[in-house]
């Protein structure tokens, strides 16, 4: 057996860095510090890592010269990079716009056109797919056209008229063709990001009856009947009632079978119970985290280790909950942390310097590294144990056997501890505000 660690930390200026690992035997006196990797004992299978691509990330990234547009594909899409699969696209504008729009404007549709994402969209999203062919696609609307709403807003919340459910599946379908048509499979949909918010940017609210009757009367089936195979994930909002809306909206009437999943976003808290008991009451469906980002400041810059330990953190304990696969918030933002028509900026792991020729990393991009390097498709995550609070761990063992695990300390001390894994351990100190990956191989 041989274990090779990869640590990271800013302090010490250590940046991945590769080092082997000498195993011992475990005797009968290592019960102490001990933290504990099952490779027996196996749970939920990883689908992968990804971001989103935005009007915005499209914008920031056409700003680069193509050796810099190259490099950043590389950084982000390749096996030595932040090694992304999965990407989620809003289906019309966001926050993270250069303005609002929809894909049609009049009742019967006629003027469907998904022109406004050849700008920005669809360039990055076809380098990327140069990069990795096996990316596999999220889309998700912040709100349906105005002229569907009540409010005929496309912002400030609203909800979507009866009178045009069936249209609105129409519109969904005839997304889904059209990016068909640019050699690009719509995996996944949800109906509605973050169904519960109303926000000064594109938004639209649906009660768990709301969004149970839109998928199972219009748009399941409008899906079927246009031969297509993307799969609904519910909810696409936030933690705290992850679980209360699953469970409401899986007890209305022929929803449960229509549904791949449930997703959700990071931004109130761990919750990470929610997760759990989702993924232990329903594991035949797919949990994933499809948004979660942290604020921009005048602190967002690339030795900000707190917004790196903020992803680690939510990374490990969703995992360790049931979570199948993390998707982060843009991939690629202006130093302003934007674009945003409403000012809504944040961080992003890669930022574009102010000069527009070049980008740099935020500890966000090393951290998320730390597990989406490593960790591959298709591996299934082991059990473990800790002796302590002040560390925290995951662990996974890949399609070829081999094992991932993940020790984050976010103290402000050095935290010892004797990593065991089939009789065999290493006594390490793991340094403050440090994160480091084990990879064990026989």
């Known amino acids: 057996m041989k274990i090779v660690k990869y640590e990271t930390n800013y302090v010490e200026k250590l940046f991945l860095t590769e080092q082997n690992v000498n195993l011992k035997n475990i005797s009968r006196t290592v019960e102490y510090r001990v933290v504990n990797v099952y490779p027996e004992i196996e749970y939920q299978k990883f689908i992968g890592f990804g971001g989103s691509i935005t009007e915005a990330a499209g914008y920031a990234y056409s700003r ?24 989620r696209l809003p289906i019309g504008s966001c926050d993270f716009s250069l303005k609002s729009y929809s894909y049609s404007s009049k009742k019967d549709l006629s003027d469907f056109s998904i022109e406004k994402d050849r700008e920005y969209i669809l360039p990055l ?9 096996e990316l596999k696609i999220i889309s998700s609307p912040w709100s349906p056209p105005a002229f569907m709403k009540n409010t005929h807003l496309l912002i400030i919340g609203g909800k979507l008229r009866d009178k ?11 997304y889904i063709k059209a990016y068909k048509e640019e050699g690009f499979d719509i995996n996944y949909v949800t109906v509605q990001n973050e169904p519960n918010a109303i926000q000064k940017w594109e938004s639209c609210l649906y009660s768990p009856e709301d969004e149970a009757d839109f998928i199972v009367n219009y748009l399941y089936p409008t899906l079927k009947n246009n031969n297509l195979d993307t799969e609904i994930l519910i909810w696409d909002h936030n933690k705290e009632r992850v679980l209360t809306r699953t469970l409401k909206e899986i007890s209305i009437d022929g929803l449960y079978e229509k549904i791949a999943g449930i997703a959700y976003h990071y931004y ?71 674009p945003n028509h ?67 300390n976010r103290r402000n001390w050095n935290v010892e501890y004797n990593l065991c894994i089939e009789e065999r351990y290493i006594n390490e100190t793991i340094k403050p505000h440090s994160i480091c990956t084990f990879i064990v191989t026989k």
């Open 164 to 174: 045009y459910k069936q249209t609105y599946a129409d519109y969904f379908t005839k």
């Open 342 to 408: 409403k000012n809504n900026n944040c961080s992003a792991p890669v930022m574009i310097k102010q000069e527009g020729n070049d980008y740099f990393k935020n500890p966000s991009f090393t951290y998320i590294s730390h597990f989406s390097k490593f960790i591959k498709i298709g591996a299934k995550r082991l059990g473990t144990s800790r002796y302590t609070e002040d560390i925290e761990v995951t662990a996974f063992k890949n399609p070829d056997n081999s094992i991932v695990i993940v020790v984050l």
């Open 64 to 87: 680069l010269n193509e050796e810099k547009k190259e490099q950043i594909i590389k950084d982000i899409f390749s096996e030595n990079g932040l090694n992304y699969s999965l990407i």
């Open 268 to 338: 109130s808290g761990d919750h990470f119970e929610n997760l759990k008991i989702i993924s232990e009451k329903f594991p035949e469906k797919l949990l994933i985290h499809t948004e979660g980002c942290v604020g921009y400041s005048e602190k967002t810059n690339d030795t900000n280790v707190g917004d790196g330990e903020i992803y680690a953190h939510d990374i490990i304990g969703d995992f360790n909950s049931g979570s199948m696969g993390y998707i982060d918030w843009n991939m690629i933002l202006d130093y302003n942390g934007g």
């Open 125 to 133: 999203l076809k380098k990327a797919h140069n990069e990795n062919n």
